[in-house]
């Protein structure tokens, strides 16, 4: 079975704070993609990262970085100097790559609710 | 641009009623997914389709049904609609490969 667990359910820092949201998954797969999503207040699902089961190299993209571990089945998503416009809620999701029954869609975690306060 | 569009964005029913909602995407995908997104629950699949005259059912299947006649539309269909239905849809497409879906920007259906 798979499986996406996003245990902080929320959570509320102070402007410039580090913040990092936790993704743990699960799955049989040996190859596989992990993606990170935003929901702004507006309720759009924003794509933020999409990252490959055989590149476990980090990323980084200006103030958001990604750490992927396939020891831990982690794929954790950090926000360094967090700003009011990261307040937001923030879906990790999982998907197989190759076709046939379920495979194709996403499976996404409960997401968890960032709060960021002036 | 291409797009994914979702339509209606709000709407009230009746419990009983027959409801569709529509999901058109310009992408040529031939992918197509609807999810619902409840408090606690995050996102799960409802229904999804592979491509023309292909669907398939997903996690919350009940009660929903959609049709593919052509690669551009996935309309849901909501037989009967019923209170647990209260929820935002989500429609989603992406290309066959290993790409990430594209949202609709949802439906927020109420069933009174």
């Known amino acids: 079975a798979q499986k996406v667990t996003q245990a902080q359910t929320e959570i509320s820092v102070v402007e410039k704070e580090d913040v990092t949201l936790d993704c743990v998954y699960e799955?049989?797969?040996?190859?596989?993609?992990l993606f990170w999503y935003k929901q702004p207040p507006s309720g759009e699902l924003v794509f933020l990262i999409r990252r490959n089961s055989f590149d476990e190299q980090n990323e980084i993209s200006g103030r958001y970085s990604w750490n992927f571990q396939k020891s831990t089945s982690s794929f954790n998503f950090t926000i360094t100097a967090s700003q009011v416009v990261d307040s937001a809620v923030y879906f990790c999701?999982?998907?197989?790559?190759?076709?046939?029954?379920?495979?194709?869609?996403?499976?996404f975690g409960k997401g968890t609710k960032l709060s960021v306060k002036p | 641009d291409a797009e994914i569009t979702q339509s209606p964005r709000h709407k009230i029913t009746e419990t009983g009623r027959q409801v569709t909602l529509a999901c058109h995407q310009t992408?040529?995908?031939?992918?197509m997914f609807w999810y619902r997104q409840d408090l606690g629950h995050g996102l799960r699949l409802i229904h999804y389709s592979y491509g023309v005259h292909d669907t398939n059912k997903g996690e919350v299947s009940d009660g929903y049904s959609v049709s593919r006649s052509n690669t551009e539309d996935l309309p849901l269909t909501l037989e009967s609609a019923a209170s647990s239905q209260t929820s935002v849809y989500f429609c989603?497409?992406?290309?066959?490969?290993?790409?990430?879906?594209?949202f609709g920007q949802g439906t927020r259906l109420t069933v009174v």
């Open positions: 799955t049989r797969d040996t190859t596989y993609y």
């Open positions: 989603a497409s992406s290309s066959p490969g290993n790409t990430e879906a594209f």
């Open positions: 999701a999982l998907r197989r790559t190759n076709y046939g029954g379920s495979q194709g869609n996403l499976i």
């Open positions: 992408w040529n995908h031939n992918n």
